[in-house]
């Protein structure tokens, strides 16, 4: 079992940035394809970047040149860097790894079915 713990959300102005976090614990030797998604009240969640073991990331389209997403293994510790913040980047942001051998990280942006794991998520709200 994994546990993910995101921290680093919070209110920024249009423009700012904000840096999350997300810590994994349990049984992390398994090469998990991880990422961030996020989800609005009443809309469907939205894959924003993902990550596999061997460090292949991808984006969604929305935040393609503003986002950039790492890991430190050493850590257990995921991150997404967030620039240029926009309104419509507010949402729930959150964690989640995945154990399935067939995803990459484009697949993980786009699959619809329930995460492995999946962090509490942490607010970020951009005004």
């Known amino acids: 079992h994994v546990q993910l713990v995101e921290s680093g959300g919070g209110s920024v102005q249009v423009g700012g940035s904000l840096r999350l976090s997300c810590t994994a614990s349990?049984?992390?030797?398994?090469?998990?394809?991880m990422g961030w998604f996020r989800q609005v009240p009443g809309k469907a969640r939205e894959g924003v970047a993902a990550?596999?073991?061997?460090?292949?990331?991808a984006y969604a389209d929305s935040v393609k040149g503003r986002f950039t997403i790492s890991k430190d293994n050493a850590k257990n510790t995921l991150f997404l860097q967030m620039n240029s913040l926009k309104p419509e980047d507010t949402a729930m942001y959150f964690c989640?790894?995945?154990?399935?051998?067939?995803?990459?990280?484009?697949?993980?942006?786009?699959?619809?079915?329930?995460?492995?794991?999946r962090g509490q998520g942490t607010q970020v709200t951009v005004s």
């Open positions: 990550i596999d073991s061997s460090g292949t990331t």
């Open positions: 989640a790894a995945d154990g399935r051998i067939d995803l990459n990280p484009l697949g993980w942006l786009t699959t619809r079915r329930a995460f492995d794991y």
């Open positions: 349990g049984y992390t030797n398994r090469p998990y394809c």
